[in-house]
């Protein structure tokens, strides 16, 4: 099993928007294989956890904007690990020294990468 075409939509949206928050080290897992509520997990590092705040919040605009609601959100006030559930993507947003710690990318080794594309999105005139 593979990824919906509407995870990976939903991932476009909160890639980029973590990204314009200098959100660092992005990496989206496909998870859909050993997870049946969701199919892909974001991860991104935030240098702080003012910083860790701000990329999570900016991810929830931008996904609300494109149509998706949040089922879950947990952490935000600690701004060490923050989850945004939004059905097939979750984001977790880490604060550097938790990502290390928690290390989700070895404990879903198994679980293909998924390219991102961080260019930003033209602009109609």
């Known amino acids: 099993m593979t990824a919906s075409e509407h995870a990976r939509e939903l991932l476009a949206v909160a890639a980029r928007a973590a990204d314009s928050k200098q959100g660092e080290d992005l990496v989206a897992l ?3 294989g050993p997870l049946p509520l969701t199919d892909v997990f974001l991860l991104v590092t935030g240098r702080n956890e003012r ?3 701000s990329i999570a919040s ?3 605009e931008k996904l609300i904007e494109a149509g998706s609601k ?3 959100r947990e952490g935000r006030a600690e701004g060490r690990w923050v989850l945004l559930d939004f059905g097939d993507l979750v984001a977790h947003i880490f604060h550097e020294e938790d990502r290390m710690y928690y290390s989700l990318e070895r404990l879903w080794k198994d679980c293909p990468v998924i390219p991102l594309d961080l260019e930003p999105v033209p602009v109609a005139d």
Request: a negative charge; charged letters at 35%; proline letters at 8%.
């Open 51 to 53: 910083n860790v705040q």
């Open 30 to 32: 496909d998870v859909s």
């Open 70 to 72: 949040p089922l879950r």
């Open 58 to 60: 900016e991810i929830e």
